[in-house]
């Protein structure tokens, strides 16, 4: 049992049904958690709560089971709890635990997200669905069209609140919180919970309780059982390194963190090529490719996922020992939400951060922030003895499982996905999309481009120079008068006439 459980508390000790504690049996869970045990008692009487604990230790059962308490076993029908996420895959996975907690009551939980089709979810709101856990996108489109009524509203979270507080998300919950009644009880969730973000949430709660269960002094670090290097590598031998990597004795699930949509597609193509089971995940796919890459990952039927930061808040999978992030990410909250993939529920993680060296300052302030000790860290090949000893490689690994397969000539087409749809890859290195599904759910002229999925990898439009790819190789896209001459030499000279 984990360390941090009390082995003398259960949930029905802590004054949950007697029903919902027989359907989390089914699954093992019979024990809380420290942020469940500190914050069910108090949920379960209305409070309004913040609650904060690290990623990994069980906060979605934290709200979640005082939410369907107050409930009752047969609620009315209709919409009675929102629970409001920053991603998709964060609102399939809490709408999977819901509802496993809800097995044995007339509960109905629905997920309601962008990427799919509205017939669906509107049919399970109009079929009385009590609990709705959506992103903020989709909630508001279904809310203008008076399609979904959040006016009966009596507990309303934020999950991963810190996300949903900042200015990204700021004007949707805002409007969110318009369409609920100003009496509901409110709860608001996360692993970081900055002093900003804490005084700004209590703009929308009635005397708050804040439950911390991390140590002040142990604020903004990472979880003690998770084992963390950080190497400088160059880029052509980041490949080779991951390789070796993948191949440490006691490697679990593997999710691999980069900085951009394409990258994320390149880099699984690469370990596919070197004999790994890889899968990609990012915004550019349909919202069904990005839930087969998932459900792929959670089966074990592939055990790497090269993600963008679209995952780091959307995968709660308890067996992911390692995390490698590819590149820098973008501050030290990012980190910490990356890394968190890893030591859940209980056990213990590596992780693993890769430093280009134009990512140094932005390692250093990280390094600086989670007071990590490491500003320069140290240059990392894949031949370097360290590597080996540090991730308990086997001497003389090389990272290829099989031979590279021989690259085809192609026709043009692009090496990227090709889903349809039109992406960004941007120089923030996010996970965005104009009428696409991006890591934050959010629309251009629709909400959260959520209906309108899909991508074109090979064609995302970044803030440097277009390219072409040509037969496994980019090279600049062709200008509007080059393409011209082109036009006109082909059509035989300025005039246009045909040349035979």
Not at 159 to 172: I, K, Q, S
Not at 319 to 341: C, Q
């Amino acid at each position: 049992m984990n360390k941090d459980i009390n082995p003398d508390v259960t949930f029905q000790s802590l004054g949950i049904d007697a029903d919902i504690v027989e359907a989390l049996g089914t699954k093992g869970i019979t024990h809380p958690f420290p942020i469940q045990e500190s914050c069910i008692p108090v949920a379960l009487t209305g409070q309004d709560v913040i609650g904060q604990a690290k990623t990994g230790t069980g906060k979605t059962l934290g709200f979640g089971l005082p939410l369907i308490q107050r409930l009752g076993k047969s609620p009315e029908k209709g919409a009675k709890a929102l629970i409001v996420v920053p991603t998709r895959e964060l609102c399939v996975q809490v709408a999977e635990d819901l509802t496993l907690a809800v097995s044995n009551r007339d509960t109905m939980v629905a997920a309601i997200y962008g990427g799919k089709a509205y017939e669906g979810q509107v049919a399970q709101i109009d079929a009385g669905a009590q609990i709705l856990v959506g992103t903020p996108g989709r909630l508001i489109d279904l809310s203008r069209q008076k399609k979904l009524d959040l006016s009966k509203i009596e507990i309303m979270v934020l999950d991963e609140a810190d996300e949903m507080l900042d200015l990204g998300f700021l004007p949707d919950i805002e409007k969110l919180f318009t369409y609920t009644p100003s009496d509901r009880q409110t709860m608001l969730f996360s692993a970081t919970m900055p002093g900003v973000i804490v005084n700004m949430a209590r703009k929308y709660q009635n005397k708050s309780v804040h439950i911390r269960v991390n140590d002040p002094d142990d604020e903004g670090h990472t979880k003690a059982d998770i084992k963390q290097f950080v190497y400088r590598a160059h880029s052509l031998d980041k490949d080779e390194v991951v390789g070796r990597i993948l191949q440490a004795e006691g490697r679990g699930k593997t999710v691999i963190f980069v900085k951009t949509k394409r990258a994320a597609s390149k880099v699984s193509e690469e370990l596919v090529d070197r004999g790994f089971n890889a899968t990609a995940l990012h915004g550019d796919m349909t919202q069904e490719a990005r839930e087969r890459s998932m459900a792929a990952f959670r089966a074990g039927k592939k055990d790497i996922l090269v993600a963008t930061e679209v995952a780091a808040r959307g995968i709660d999978v308890d067996d992911v020992t390692h995390v490698i992030n590819y590149s820098v990410p973008e501050d030290e909250k990012a980190y910490l939400h990356r890394v968190g993939r890893t030591g859940r529920a209980g056990r213990t993680g590596v992780a693993v951060t890769f430093v280009d060296w134009e990512d140094l300052t932005r390692w250093s302030h990280i390094n600086q922030a989670l007071d990590f000790g490491q500003p320069d860290p140290m240059e990392t090949y894949s031949s370097s003895k360290h590597l080996f000893i540090d991730l308990n490689i086997p001497e003389g690994i090389k990272g290829r499982l099989k031979a590279a397969s021989p690259k085809p000539a192609t026709d043009g087409q692009s090496s990227g996905s090709r889903d349809g749809g039109r992406g960004r890859d941007g120089g923030r290195g996010g996970d965005r999309n104009r009428g696409g599904s991006g890591g934050r759910d959010r629309n251009q002229g629709g909400r959260s481009g959520e209906g309108h999925t899909g991508s074109r990898s090979g064609g995302n439009r970044g803030e440097g120079a277009k390219t072409e790819t040509h037969g496994g190789h980019e090279h600049p896209a062709p200008s509007a008068g080059n393409r011209n001459r082109q036009r006109r030499r082909t059509r035989g000279g300025p005039q246009g006439g045909a040349q035979g």
